[in-house]
């Protein structure tokens, strides 16, 4: 018989369901040009973002399983970038769920690899208005987010505004 994960691992699955929850909307529906959007000389452009946040969930995993290594990638299509930042979370996701060991501590996966992944998720949200393909916002407080529910199949939200 398994043991239950502890409160915290149980914490951190919730925080990855809040990235994968709000990363959907400026995910979804993207123009094609998005990928490729420069908003001036000197920023990412979204494939790159969205390459990085996966590159950060590779390497919380890799920090989980007591193999720290961290990798630079080129982005991929959009579309291909966009699945792998759901394959990415999803082994961190399964990784937590385990009962395998966690090496670092979770406190330092949240401010480290979890909270850089969110604020890029907000740059994506920034650019996806920028570039005149604007997302609504949301109360994420009513939002239904769930452990382990980490694809791009997100409910519906429940209270946008503009």
């Given amino acids: 018989m398994s043991q239950p994960l502890d409160s915290v691992r149980q914490f951190l699955r919730h925080t990855l369901a809040a990235v994968a929850y709000r990363a959907a909307k400026p995910l979804r529906d993207a123009p094609e040009s998005f990928a490729t959007f420069q908003s001036c000389e000197t920023a990412r ?27 630079d990638s080129e982005p991929l299509p959009w579309s291909a970038e966009v699945e792998r930042f759901y394959v990415t979370i999803r082994k961190f996701d399964d990784y937590l769920a385990s009962n395998q060991p966690l090496h670092g501590t979770p406190e330092k996966l949240f401010q480290g ?39 791009p199949d997100q409910p519906i939200a429940r209270r946008e505004f503009d």
């Fill in 45 to 71: 452009i979204p494939v790159k973002i969205l390459a990085h946040i996966g590159d950060l969930f590779d390497w919380a995993l890799s920090i989980a399983q007591g193999k720290q290594s961290w990798r």
């Fill in 113 to 151: 690899p979890i909270a850089d992944a969110l604020s890029h998720i907000g740059q994506l949200a920034m650019l996806r208005r920028l570039s005149s393909a604007p997302i609504k916002g949301e109360n994420y407080y009513q939002a239904e987010m769930v452990s382990g529910r980490l694809g």
